[in-house]
């Protein structure tokens, strides 16, 4: 029993020694910097999608003709020089429509709805494409992109600026105050951001002026993109 009492006792004092040195060692100093970093760099390639919505009494029906129309559509933007591989469909539904009275609900027929979803590599013919496919019978326009297609090369490099921009403020620093710069601890980003270049303005109207005697498109340019990002660095101060 003595023994495993001065075994206990051995292994309290150790551990008070070590605790007591680890009270001892000094803190750590730091400097926490911010690098951000921008870039401003042309589009190569716009998305684009378009819905035609067809009704008829009978489900088959309102499927013809939206596959009809449809097709028409599809043909119209591939004679713009779109390939079929930048071609996609991204929703279709059918469903039966009613009109909803305070005692029943009055069947009207069936809705179709289909969404096509495009790539238009040549900027210049944004336009073309636009005007062909409403032409063909497009009723929908959605949100009109402007983006890279390969963005990786783009945010690498902007964060390598940015990393820069955080060493030569810590740098910055250290000279003023007096200080050695240690190795980085901790290094966090954020995500890049600004990239995509929205068109958001409605384009009904352009539906609507090929109903009025074809008066002149909306101008839609793609722009400059800017890419954004930034990086927390904190650095160990070291004395001189």
Do not use: H, W
Not at 4 to 13: E, G, N, Q, T
Not at 78 to 105: C, H, L, W
């Amino acid at each position: 029993m003595k023994r495993l009492y001065a075994i206990i006792s051995v292994l309290l004092l150790t551990t008070g020694l070590m605790y007591a040195e680890e009270s001892q060692k000094p803190e750590r100093r730091t400097l926490a910097v911010t690098g951000t970093a921008d870039i401003t760099v042309s589009p190569d390639i716009c998305y684009i999608s378009f819905a035609v919505e067809t009704n008829n009494r009978k489900a088959g029906d309102a499927y013809m003709e939206n596959v009809e129309l449809m097709n028409r559509i599809n043909a119209a933007i591939k004679a713009q020089g779109v390939e079929a591989k930048d071609m996609q469909t991204t929703n279709f539904s059918i469903s039966p429509q009613y009109q909803y009275t305070e005692k029943r609900r009055i069947f009207q027929g069936y809705r179709v709805y289909n969404t096509l979803f495009i790539a238009v590599r040549n900027l210049s013919k944004v336009p073309d494409v636009l005007d062909a496919a409403i032409e063909a019978g497009a009723l929908d326009v959605g949100g009109i992109t402007f983006t890279v297609e390969d963005s990786k090369r783009y945010t690498e490099d902007v964060r390598k600026q940015a990393l820069r921009d955080a060493r030569k403020k810590a740098e910055e620093s250290a000279q003023i105050l007096g200080f050695k710069l240690g190795i980085p601890i901790t290094v966090s980003e954020s995500e890049p951001y600004g990239y995509d270049q929205y068109y958001n303005k409605s384009l009904s109207g352009m539906v609507a002026r090929e109903e009025a005697d074809m008066a002149p498109a909306p101008s839609i340019e793609a722009g400059q993109l800017k890419l954004s990002r930034t990086v927390y660095v904190t650095y160990e101060i070291l004395p001189l």
